[in-house]
């Protein structure tokens, strides 16, 4: 239900706002209100830059001067709201969103566990670390929370180093973010020291309901 109202918010917040030119402020306090959340009005800077399309995970580019709203800023990537729709953006383009990438809300952690050295069963936890750093780009909780996690295994390479395997899901069949967030748990769990391998496979048995959110995720989108 709240990602149905946060997109029902945008969709009104880029046909009411953006077609006229200008964000007022009431719309955006009602985009605030609807969200839950501050979001942040910007343009984009000097120089055009590559963004996603949610839901479909086509890949596009944001001319410079278009006015975006930032919707969420976790895990190191961005969530705006265009006149096309919602998009990504990652971190790496954060400058042409006026941010400086060290006040992100939640740091990409390839910067925050790198050179770490973690062993045994200390490592399952620190992949469990990074897993928690990915979120859905339409709703404000990580996908561990979330429920998409279904199994997590690690096994020794030949090397001694560690491969790791991980089965998810997405919360509806056939997103097109569904590659994307993938890679984005590939790299963040490659990130790790002593990764030879990452697998991420997508399944959709079970299929995922609501139920399989943490009390917290439930906590945080207002479902109690």
């Not at 580019?61 to 930032?70: E, H, Q, R, S």
Request: proline share 4%.
């Amino acid at each position: 239900m709240k990602k149905i109202i946060l997109i029902l918010a945008i969709l009104y917040f880029t046909t009411s706002s953006f077609a006229g030119g200008h964000i007022s402020k009431e719309d955006k306090e009602k985009a605030i209100k609807c969200l839950g959340h501050y979001t942040a009005i910007t343009f984009i800077a000097a120089n055009e830059v590559e963004a996603i399309q949610i839901p479909s995970g086509d890949t596009f580019k944001l001319p410079a001067g278009t006015k975006v709203i930032i919707t969420q800023s976790l895990g190191g990537t961005y969530t705006v709201a265009t006149d096309q729709g919602l998009a990504r953006i990652s971190d790496k383009d954060s400058d042409a969103l006026g941010i400086k990438e060290e006040k992100t809300d939640q740091p990409a952690t390839e910067k925050v566990n790198s050179g770490v050295d973690v062993k045994g069963e200390d490592y399952e936890a620190a992949v469990w670390e990074q897993l928690r750093t990915v979120f859905d780009p339409e709703i404000p909780v990580n996908i561990v929370e979330l429920g998409l996690i279904y199994d997590l295994s690690i096994n020794n390479a030949e090397n001694g180093d560690k491969n790791v395997v991980i089965m998810m899901t997405l919360t509806a069949p056939g997103c097109g973010m569904g590659p994307v967030i993938a890679d984005e748990v590939d790299r963040k769990v490659s990130a790790l020291n002593n990764v030879e391998s990452v697998k991420v496979e997508l399944v959709w048995e079970p299929q995922w309901n609501q139920g399989m959110m943490s009390e917290a995720a439930q906590l945080e989108l207002g479902m109690f």
